[in-house]
């Protein structure tokens, strides 16, 4: 597994013993941030989430106990784990902190290289604790056969289809691929991406997946295999659901018919799609128009057809394969990943090339889940 | 995370504050400005000319405040973009819901 920096703010009035700690803390391999106050440490939280806070009691204007009351009032960081840093061994106060849900308590002349192994324990047993919380719901997801990826690719007369998806930090999220096969002739591909990172995001892909899933049966049922018309369901079904309020997400539907050998394309608010031509051995955007789904009652859904030759490529993708980290911070940059996949195509790679020479050896660069889906135009000599 | 720049009759101009509109603080950011909107009742500025990266749970924040906006009948109106944050807007046909603008004296002309 990954391992991280782990970032601590550590409040305390005292400059010289904050100096210190942090000293101790830095080269104990901590990203350290410092606050001489309460109301300066809020402030900082505003902006940045450490791993655990370790607070002073005895501060002017706001106190330990006061500090951590305002931490408790905010869900973005109640919990986060905090100990309080104390020059008294006092019962009754610690009664009052552990009231208030701190993790520990930590005397102040305490060795510093023992505040730091303590600091560092607990980290260490809180991540581990949510790792195993995780665990546990994977499985349990698994047990009840609910996946947002699906295990294989389908088979579609006249085309190969193939796909990678990386979940961000290895925590499932809210990319979600389908493949649905409504007749033998009709394959619906789905990609859709809800806005927002881990857990949170991948409860919520079910929800849109479900309604995709219906609104492809029930047109099917009616004769209606339109991908703009599916999308327009989808998107009214999603407009008027309560628990969906706020959430909003991206979808590429793709429907291939095997008969006529012709690809549909609906998107909402989806990135342009890649189409590769052998013939010009060229990279061309395929956008569509549609907006995000959630985001209005109409939204604007229309569909076209793409025709792909023989050895053409069409590429459906999700923002985190053209974000990254880059040297000074984090970047989105569409035209780079166009530009770095295109001579990966010119030398006719597969895609199990690309996954391993391209999409795969730059994952540490990586800022959000990645999912691309491949749809390949066999050639009638092959 | 934002800053009043300017608390004008009829609209508040503000900025965002970090480099990086992500999902760390993409929550903080909506309630502040969900705030600022339910008490001061007045369209919003805001003001990007920091920001050098944002994600989607970002952008998700944004869409949900001009959603809040829209129901009070009120405007969000966005300046100041980076190349790459407008270029992503642009791909995502988020043009098409928000007002954005090159900067602050453009924006107040449409208001």
């Avoid at chain 1, 009664?95 to 600091?119: C, E, H, R």
């Avoid at chain 1, 949170?200 to 049922?221: I, P, Q």
């Avoid at chain 2, 502040?32 to 805001?46: C, T």
């Avoid at chain 2, 829209?70 to 109106?77: D, H, P, R, S």
């Amino acid at each position: 597994m990954t391992t991280f920096t782990k970032k601590i703010l550590l409040v305390d009035d005292n400059q010289l013993f904050l100096k210190m700690l942090s000293y101790a803390f830095k080269n104990a391999g901590f990203d350290c941030i410092t606050a001489e106050s309460g109301a300066d440490a809020l402030n900082i939280l505003k902006t940045e989430i450490p791993d655990a806070v370790l607070s002073d009691y005895e501060m002017p204007w706001m106190n330990g106990l006061e500090f951590r009351e305002e931490l408790l009032a905010d869900a973005a960081l109640k919990d986060i784990p905090f100990i309080f840093l104390t020059h008294i061994s006092d019962n009754e106060l610690m009664v009052k902190g552990l009231g208030l849900q701190a993790v520990d308590y930590v005397l102040k002349d305490t060795p510093v290289n023992v505040i730091v192994s303590k600091l560092n324990n607990i980290i260490y047993t809180v991540q581990k604790q949510q790792e195993l919380s995780k665990n546990e719901l994977k499985k349990a997801a698994e047990a009840l056969n609910v996946r947002s990826i699906p295990q294989s690719v389908p088979h579609v007369k006249g085309f190969a289809i193939d796909f990678w998806h990386q979940p961000y930090q290895d925590i499932p999220g809210g990319d979600f691929i389908d493949f649905i096969q409504a007749d033998e002739r009709r394959t619906f591909i789905v990609l859709g991406d809800i806005m927002g990172k881990k857990w949170m995001a991948w409860f919520f892909t079910f929800s849109f997946l479900s309604y995709v899933r219906a609104a492809v049966r029930f047109g099917a049922l009616s004769g209606d295999y339109s991908v703009a018309s599916i999308l327009r369901k989808v998107n009214e079904v999603i407009c008027l659901d309560d628990v969906l309020k706020d959430i909003l997400s991206s979808l590429s539907l793709i429907l291939i018919d095997n008969e006529t050998q012709q690809i549909s394309y609906s998107g909402a608010g989806d990135l342009p799609l890649l189409y590769y031509r052998e013939k010009t051995r060229q990279l061309k955007q395929v956008a569509s128009d549609g907006l995000l789904l959630g985001l209005f009652p109409d939204g604007r859904y229309t569909e076209q057809n793409i025709h792909l030759e023989d050895n053409d490529r069409l590429f459906i993708f999700t923002d985190g394969m053209t974000d990254f980290s880059a040297g000074n911070g984090k970047k989105s940059d569409y035209n780079q990943f166009m530009n770095n996949l295109e001579p990966f195509l010119t030398h006719n790679q597969s895609f199990k090339a690309l996954e391993q020479e391209y999409f795969a050896s730059s994952t540490s660069e990586k800022v959000d889940d990645c999912s691309i889906i491949q749809i390949y135009k066999v050639s009638r000599y092959d | 995370m934002i800053k009043i720049i300017k608390d004008a009759p009829g609209h508040l101009l503000i900025e965002i504050e970090v480099t990086e509109a992500n999902l760390d603080n993409a929550e903080v950011f909506k309630s502040q400005v969900v705030e600022l909107l339910d008490r001061n009742k007045k369209n919003i500025v805001i003001d990007f000319n920091r920001v050098e990266y944002i994600d989607s749970s970002f952008l998700g924040a944004l869409v949900a405040i001009l959603k809040h906006a829209m129901a009070q009948k009120l405007e969000v109106i966005l300046t100041g973009m980076k190349r790459d944050v407008h270029d992503l807007l642009l791909l995502i046909r988020l043009d098409k819901v928000f007002k954005i603008y090159g900067n602050y004296d453009e924006a107040i002309i449409a208001l």
